[in-house]
């Protein structure tokens, strides 16, 4: 990895993995992709190379790829499920016919490609506890759709034409620099921003819903490190299943108010969240991802809080 272009770097991984991977090659070219209207700003725009890099533009893309002698594409562009789920068209567009402008590209170039999956390709069918690296993905969203397809293609394309394509099923990731935008684990981020400005919550998911969830720095670590790793040793490749923690809403507010007493929380429980929520895994088993490339998660939800509130009040306050 030398030459790197991020597609969706201004979005809520990119933002954090452009920075992260230019301060890890500063000898490289590493190339903040975006699309009009969510141009870079301020550090992102000034530390390194940006280019307009739209994934349903297939000629744009090469443009960039071969400008750059890109090696490695992080494929960050997508919707997320709630938004998904009110523009399933546009998400199939996106998250599948971008997917195979960037994999033709790819197979051409001879580029490595990271485009992630997530706890999203599950379904209700799907063994909740443990959740196994193989099992049974019948999502019912049409974001899990295109994400079990997404590992699809892209296995497709390392078998077929030795694409090296490696990716992680992204629990919900939660960060205090970039706000995600659509998603059904949103609230896990919102709920800090919430509590440090001293704002009740008003919490769309239902109580006893358990869902994976990662701190972005792990998130980060673990989009490096699987690009990084022996290809000898991966016997998966998409996607491998990543863990670091899962709590429902009430295990999430205890421990905002451990940090700060008097935080108030309510319920107001959005139909179409919850239904996606409930049918994603409550904990998936990563145990592959540890024997194959080593992951390990540092930090757990007290870890994560702490440096959450710490961050958030920097920012807010
Ligand atoms: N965080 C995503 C969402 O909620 C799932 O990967 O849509």
Redesign the pocket.
Known sequence: MKNVLVIGSTGQIGSELTMKIRRMIPEGNVVAGFIKGAEPKGELLESGPSAEADVCNGEQLLDVVKKYKIDTIYNLAAL???VAERKPQLAWHIQIDGLMNILEIARENGCAVFTPS???SFGPETPRQNTPQDTIQRPRSM?GCTKVATELLSDYYFHKYGVDTRSVR?P??ISNVTL?G?????YAVEIYYAAVKGEEFVCPIAPGTFMDMMYMPDALKAAVDIMNADPSRLVHRNSFNIASMSFDPEILRAKITEHIPGFKMRYEVDPVRQAIAESWPDKMDDSCAREEWDWKPSYDLEGMTVDMIDALRKKLL
């Open positions: 997320l499920s709630a997530s706890i999203g974001y992204f919900g990731l995600p659509g998603g059904t684990t949103d």
